[in-house]
């Protein structure tokens, strides 16, 4: 039996993988793989990988790109969510924040330096016109309960999450949402460490193949919308709202749209050059 690891955020675009790993296809094919929570994000799973930790992770497209460029020793090998993610922007409920153009120069709320909710701020920024110099101004949180415990208490001004993950707490009257902020490519991809890559191409191969399998027919699963709603807390109209814009694929990254993030990421002065594809690409 061989042993791998894997990292993703505990939200119900992994739901797929749970399902492989109750239903044993992974042991089935003498891999053991293990599940690992990263409830901080992105920055905290490309901390994992570079420090060998997991080796694997299902990972926001942005962050683990500006991360090679950082130095993480892992390559993509497939994007995982075709469609974009939704970012929604969120202030404390009893805030006097009306819109979100009300949050220049206030303080984003992120989990950590290099997370999704980092890099999104800058691309919200670039959205709203802003200056990036001036007007994008931090606070590290950690992560989702750090948000939801901060920004009530005003530590942070706003903070960006994935829309449908936070709607509980729109709901419930912790958060409003005051905009929401669409990746302008596909939102999260799997990474592997190349020292994997290098030593087990073929096991790789295998879980690829594996969720592959399930996530081509993750919408056709019976009650799927009522396993997901009892998951992870939500409204079973939400759910159903949140398949109907997901596409799972299993295609490669187009150089193309590696072009585009690699132009953002320059632009926004997130990264000092570019790269060529193959240094980020398997």
């Avoid at 989702?144 to 009530?152: D, F, R, S, T």
């Avoid at 729109?170 to 005051?178: A, L, Q, S, Y």
């Amino acid at each position: 039996m061989k042993n791998f690891k894997i990292g993703g955020v505990p939200e119900h675009f992994n739901y797929p993988w749970y399902l492989a790993l109750k239903d044993k296809m992974f042991q089935s094919k003498g891999i053991n793989l293990r599940w690992v929570d990263f409830y901080g994000g992105t920055g905290q799973m490309n901390h994992a990988l570079r420090e060998s930790e997991i080796d694997l992770a299902v990972i926001l497209t942005e962050g683990i790109v500006r991360d090679i460029h950082l130095g993480n020793p892992s390559k993509i090998v497939q994007v995982y969510v075709d469609s974009p993610l939704i970012w929604g922007i969120h202030v404390a409920d009893e805030s006097g924040f009306k819109n979100s153009s009300d949050l220049k120069g206030k303080n984003a709320a992120i989990s950590r330096p290099g997370s999704g909710s980092h890099l999104m701020a800058y691309i919200h920024a670039k959205n709203q016109n802003w200056n990036i110099q001036t007007d994008l101004k931090f606070e590290v949180i950690d992560d989702l309960e750090g948000a939801l415990e901060g920004l009530p208490q005003g530590k942070g001004d706003y903070f960006m999450w994935e829309k449908f993950t936070t709607k509980p707490y729109v709901d419930n009257g912790t958060f409003r949402r005051v905009g929401n902020c669409p990746t302008p490519w596909p939102c999260f991809v799997i990474a592997v460490r190349n020292e994997v890559l290098e030593n087990d191409p073929e096991s790789v191969q295998t879980i690829l193949e594996i969720i592959n399998s399930i996530t081509e027919n993750f919408k056709n699963i019976e009650d799927i919308d009522l396993q997901l709603s009892k998951r992870y807390g939500q409204k079973i109209e939400d759910v159903q709202e949140w398949l109907s814009l997901t596409k799972w694929t299993s295609r490669q990254l187009k150089e193309e749209e590696l072009e585009k993030i690699q132009n953002q990421l320059l632009e926004l002065h997130l990264i000092e050059s570019k790269l060529p594809s193959e240094t980020i690409l398997r």
